[in-house]
């Protein structure tokens, strides 16, 4: 059996955090295309990302444990500097699929910035995919499933926090107007993963407030990995929530 490369690992980490835990099957025309791009069959990348589960610390469920060295080494790579091996793997990616990383770069002017707002909108792009497909695409409040209306929130506001930007542990899946209501303050979640609403928003006397008020001690619902941390909700709780 061919040995794994350390850009397969990459690739590989890449398409794990992108994709539902339940489907990491070889059936998966994601890992059916993965394979086929790195010469491998589609039941090694599903054993491999299996393999990542089993290290994977935001899971309780464990998958195989035939880890190797090297495995647990990019995998460290990855959860210690999301930054920079999200942007890493996903041009690596357009670059096995063919595609024109230069269209990155269209209408950036060029200068000292052009490649940080590169990486800015790919970082997104990249934390919005984990952050959807950690919870099947649903709004973790409602159960809202329109994808189209569906937002990776940030519990530590991006800015706030640059080592934890692209961190999945550090999003929730809202739906548009929830998560204007979690970034304003008005919305956050407590020590037992329910919401909380501010006064600001259980005082309004409005019947079309009512979709938010409704909410109000609602459990959220768990992602099948990359559950949110509580230093992260404890953080938001203290410093964006306005009572």
């Known amino acids: 059996m061919k040995a794994w490369e350390r850009d397969e690992l990459i690739l590989a980490i890449n398409l794990y955090c992108k994709i539902p835990f339940g489907k990491i099957h070889f059936r998966n025309p994601d890992i059916i295309e993965l394979a086929i791009l790195l010469g491998r069959t589609p039941g090694s990348i599903s054993y491999k990302l299996a393999n990542f589960a089993s290290i994977d610390p935001s899971l309780d469920r464990k998958g195989a444990k035939n880890v190797s060295r090297l495995?647990?080494?990019?995998?460290?790579?990855?959860?210690?500097?999301?930054?920079?091996?999200?942007?890493?793997?996903?041009?690596?990616?357009?670059?096995?699929?063919?595609?024109?990383?230069?269209?990155?770069?269209?209408?950036?002017?060029?200068?000292?910035?052009?490649?940080?707002?590169?990486?800015?909108?790919?970082?997104?792009?990249?934390?919005?995919?984990?952050?959807?497909a950690s919870y099947n695409s649903k709004c973790c409040i409602t159960g809202l499933p329109l994808e189209k209306l569906l937002v990776a929130s940030h519990i530590i506001p991006w800015a706030k926090d640059p080592k934890n930007r692209?961190?999945?542990?550090?999003?929730?899946?809202?739906?548009?107007?929830?998560?204007?209501?979690?970034?304003?303050?008005?919305?956050?979640?407590?020590?037992?993963?329910?919401?909380?609403?501010?006064?600001?928003?259980?005082?309004?006397?409005?019947?079309?407030?009512?979709?938010?008020?409704?909410?109000?001690?609602?459990?959220?619902?768990f992602p099948n990995r990359f559950m949110p941390r509580q230093d992260f909700l404890k953080y938001h709780r203290e410093n964006v929530f306005i009572c």
Request: with cysteine; net charge negative; hydrophobic share 40%.
């Open 166 to 221: 692209l961190n999945p542990q550090n999003g929730l899946c809202l739906n548009a107007l929830h998560d204007k209501a979690f970034d304003a303050g008005l919305l956050t979640i407590d020590e037992s993963y329910r919401v909380v609403l501010s006064k600001e928003i259980l005082d309004i006397n409005d019947k079309n407030v009512k979709l938010i008020q409704d909410t109000e001690g609602v459990r959220i619902s």
């Open 71 to 132: 495995d647990k080494q990019v995998w460290n790579e990855f959860f210690e500097d999301w930054d920079a091996m999200a942007y890493e793997s996903e041009k690596k990616m357009m670059a096995i699929r063919g595609d024109e990383v230069n269209v990155l770069y269209q209408n950036i002017p060029e200068g000292k910035t052009r490649e940080a707002i590169v990486k800015s909108r790919v970082n997104q792009h990249f934390f919005r995919k984990m952050i959807l």
